[in-house]
């Protein structure tokens, strides 16, 4: 069994919370203004980047 560092629980307990304010923010888009979910969408779509290039990063490591 690989050994897991305090690093990488921090890291995966940052993921839990980014999920967690995702489905926060998912509660409010049915009451927002077709403007309002516009730049929603833009900021997340900065994030996904963001997180896609975290992916990559460690995918990389991998190899």
Same mark, same amino acid.
């Given at each position: 069994?690989?050994?897991?560092?305090? =690093?990488?629980?921090?890291?995966?307990?940052?993921? $839990?919370? !980014?999920? *967690?304010?995702? +489905?926060? !923010?998912? !509660?409010? !888009?049915?009451?927002?203004?077709?403007? $309002?979910?516009? +730049?929603?969408?833009?900021?997340?779509? =900065?994030?996904?980047? *963001?997180?896609?290039?975290?992916?990559?990063?460690? $995918?990389? *490591? =991998?190899?």
């Amino acid at each position: 069994m690989a050994v897991v560092t305090g =690093e990488l629980i921090r890291a995966m307990n940052y993921v $839990e919370d !980014i999920t *967690a304010t995702l +489905r926060r !923010i998912c !509660i409010y !888009i049915p009451g927002m203004s077709a403007e $309002e979910r516009k +730049r929603l969408a833009d900021s997340l779509r =900065e994030a996904g980047t *963001a997180i896609n290039s975290a992916i990559a990063d460690l $995918e990389k *490591a =991998e190899k």
